[in-house]
């Protein structure tokens, strides 16, 4: 009787599409496998190794953001925006961008080894444990401290006017405002940025590897590639999925921060800021955060600038590719998450983060493998796992708003008859115009700079830039590597912005 | 009669909606009531949006209990959003002219104009909402009621968001187009001056019952002990 957003019959397609992306492949994998193989000792060490990463990349990600976020939060600066902004930037940022930035930086013969040559300090060397966390903490340090700085900011301002009439000294106000907030938002973010980590592939890809240092994903990869035993992948990969799942719950049960959060760009009044020691603690935090974000793009902007005259025609067909994937997953993942956007839709979505991408590629491959040649549909099922891991994000980003829109207008629209196409065209899409927009730029970003599982399948021919990227820098030519990162970055920043802007464009917002 | 409510009940939780009235085609009549009455709750009944537990709804003798929305001889002012502010006036009164794709046909641009010349807006087919006064977003919903051309219209407080003197040239202008129109009218409203100025029979709706319509006039004049427990010192 009533109309809807989308027609029930749409929704459960959409959402039938979905769980059989996800129990398809998953029950390809497991049926290939014939029997189970044993959990072997090195298995044994990637899931330590897996969980201590991530609880250390959380942990350390956390415990500096919550000073970087207070110096935020009540310091006023030129810039302050902009560093703000930038806080916002590593989500969209391509893994291999930031991995060759912290090797410019951090690596054999980076910046900081060549700083430290001269005062005759042993060599720092970046591979293992400390780099896969310290690329972590890269990545997630400005989500910890976006998601803090909100949380800082929501203190209502009274609360730091009557600490000032109370003339209440730092340790007071720390004790009784800035605590209590830190312990309802901290779990949350913590939870998050350990979810984010558990599924580390590019990352232990890069700076990882060898027995000491590979995470589950990397043993689901090493186990495809080098010895394509499906046994031993759908082991992993079922083991990741269980492990992805309950942290997943968790982490949404602690936090229902949103991706896009409004308004970090005002400080927050307040009468402790004038002592010397906080100015100076905030600047050095505000400093060492900017040096340590920027510098390592920089060195790829800088490093790439030269190698970008130098790229190859490969490198250009692969960028062609890239741009093609992310396309053609945006779409996928809009026209998944707009039937979708309810909560149901969002629980259903979770599935995205839960699932290994490189085990739903795997069992793609092997759904398609009876029909046509694998590989050289790599490049569409490297879309679909793109679309398919977005989705929990475009979800929630649109779900807010999609709802309101449903709230507002169910009963005008009923009242009208209209059709579901012309609650599509005239009403949902408009309104969505703006989340839509950003929720596009998002997964083309993501899209665009994804290296999963198109690593485990793609030939030659049918690489894209991430691959060609990681494969200039297994064959040591760093200087292509770096022309094709900073294309990589280029494009992925501008597919963002061009979808952001467009949904921003006319949408009155 | 023209529209009939037919010992229709309808329920939402522990509060229940009982009606038995008529209401004569071209009639306009007020439903008076305090919040939470179950006023709303009757004109939803109406409008298609509740579906009741028992009774029938008839229009002219035939059973329209069942009908969905659009599919009633009904359109209705609700309280807000009665247009959508994304769109421009005449993109609104497409989507009420042509529901099932919102584009425009032969002759419809002439029906528009002539619905927004009626409410006195002449020449505004091209605004949005953000771009007029609130009488003028209130004259333009009606407009969007005069386009849909349906026997019942159903008011849901629309202008209370309105001053006084707004909300009486507004409500002057609907009884000004419903006569002429001969359309037949409900009111919901709080404020038993609407309903002097709007209705000449009224309904009073009391922890979910509905009495049987009467003189306005005579209702308020003399009103029974619950109406007079609501009406107060007014």
Redesign the interface.
């Known amino acids: 009787?009533?109309?809807r957003p989308f027609s029930i019959t749409v929704s459960i397609i959409a959402a039938l599409c979905v769980a059989g992306l996800v129990i398809g492949p998953v029950t390809a994998v497991v049926l290939r496998a014939e029997a189970f193989s044993g959990f072997t000792p090195a298995d044994g060490q990637a899931l330590r190794f897996t969980l201590v990463q991530a609880t250390l990349s959380a942990a350390l990600s956390v415990l500096f953001a919550i000073p970087l976020a207070r110096a935020l939060a009540r310091r006023q600066f030129i810039g302050r925006r902009l560093l703000v902004a930038l806080l916002g930037a590593p989500f969209i940022l391509p893994v291999i961008v930031a991995v060759l930035g912290l090797l410019a930086v951090f690596g054999q013969s980076g910046l900081l080894n060549r700083l430290l040559a001269p005062l005759g300090v042993p060599e720092v060397q970046i591979y293992g444990l400390h780099g896969v966390v310290l690329a972590h903490v890269f990545f997630n340090l400005p989500l910890a401290t976006r998601l803090i700085l909100q949380g800082w900011l929501a203190i209502p301002a009274e609360q730091f006017r009557l600490a000032a009439t109370l003339g209440m000294r730092p340790r007071a106000m720390w004790r009784s405002i800035e605590r209590p907030m830190l312990q309802r938002i901290v779990p949350g973010a913590f939870a998050v940025i350990f979810v984010i980590c558990l599924s580390s592939f590019a990352v232990a890809l890069t700076l990882g590897g060898g027995p000491r240092a590979t995470t589950l994903e990397l043993a689901i990869y090493q186990s495809m590639r080098f010895d394509f035993d499906l046994g031993r992948a759908a082991v992993l990969g079922l083991l990741q999925l269980g492990l992805a799942l309950t942290a997943g719950l968790i982490a949404l049960r602690l936090t229902s921060l949103p991706v896009a959060a409004q308004g970090l760009d005002r400080p927050v009044p307040r009468w402790d800021r004038t002592d010397g020691i906080a100015i100076g603690t905030d600047t050095l935090w505000i400093v060492l955060a900017a040096v340590f974000l920027l510098t390592p793009l920089a060195m790829v902007t800088l490093n790439g600038l030269a190698g970008i005259t130098t790229l190859g025609a490969s490198v250009w067909q692969a960028a062609g590719h890239s741009i093609l994937v992310a396309l053609g997953s945006t779409a996928l993942c809009l026209l998944w998450a707009l039937p979708l956007a309810s909560r149901w839709g969002e629980w259903l979505g979770l599935a995205g983060i839960a699932l290994s991408p490189l085990v739903l590629g795997i069992g793609l491959f092997l759904i398609v493998r009876p029909f046509a040649n694998p590989f050289e549909l790599a490049l569409y099922v490297t879309a679909t796992v793109n679309a398919f891991v977005s989705l929990p994000f475009a979800l929630r980003i649109l779900r807010p708003e999609a709802e309101a829109v449903r709230t507002?207008?169910t009963?005008?629209s009923?009242?009208?008859?209209?059709?579901g196409?012309?609650w599509l065209?005239?009403?949902l899409v408009?309104?969505l115009r703006r989340p839509l927009g950003f929720a596009a730029g998002l997964t083309a970003a993501l899209s665009m700079g994804d290296l999963g599982v198109i690593a485990l399948f793609a030939d030659p021919d049918r690489a894209t830039l991430p691959l060609k990227v990681y494969q200039l820098m297994g064959a040591y030519r760093m200087e292509q590597a770096a022309g094709g990162a900073l294309l990589l970055l280029l494009l992925s920043l501008t597919l963002f912005w061009v979808f952001d802007r467009g949904g921003r464009v006319g949408s009155?917002t | 009669m023209a529209l009939e409510l037919d010992h229709i009940c309808a329920r939402a939780g522990t509060f229940e909606l009982t009606a038995t009235f008529d209401v004569a085609s071209g009639e306009r009549v007020a439903i008076l009531g305090a919040s939470g009455s179950g006023k709303s709750t009757l004109l939803d009944v109406i409008?298609?949006?509740r579906q009741p537990e028992a009774g029938v709804i008839r229009w002219h003798g035939t059973d329209i209990t069942n009908r969905?929305?659009?599919?009633r001889p009904v359109?209705?002012l609700?309280q807000d959003?009665?247009?959508?502010p994304?769109?421009t006036i005449r993109?609104n009164l497409a989507?009420?002219l042509n529901?099932?794709?919102?584009i425009l046909r032969k002759g419809d641009e002439a029906r528009i104009e002539t619905g927004l010349a009626r409410v006195g807006l002449s020449g505004f087919a091209s605004r949005r909402l953000?771009e007029m006064s609130g009488g003028q977003q209130s004259r333009a919903a009606l407009a969007r009621v005069l386009v849909?051309a349906r026997p019942v219209l159903l008011l849901d407080e629309p202008f209370a968001a309105l001053g006084p003197a707004l909300k009486d040239e507004m409500l002057d202008l609907v009884a000004g187009v419903a006569d002429g129109e001969g359309l037949t009218v409900l009111l919901v409203s709080h404020d038993p001056k609407d309903a002097r100025r709007f209705a000449p029979r009224s309904v009073f709706v009391d922890g979910g019952e509905v009495t049987a319509p009467q003189d306005t006039r005579a209702l308020l004049d003399d009103p029974p002990p619950s109406l007079r427990a609501y009406l107060g010192e007014m």
């Open positions: 009787m009533a109309t507002e207008y009963r005008l009923q009242a009208l008859g209209l059709s196409w012309a065209r005239w009403v408009p309104r009155g | 409008a298609g949006f969905p929305p659009a599919e359109s209705i609700f959003t009665n247009l959508f994304h769109l993109q989507l009420a529901p099932a794709t919102g953000s849909q």
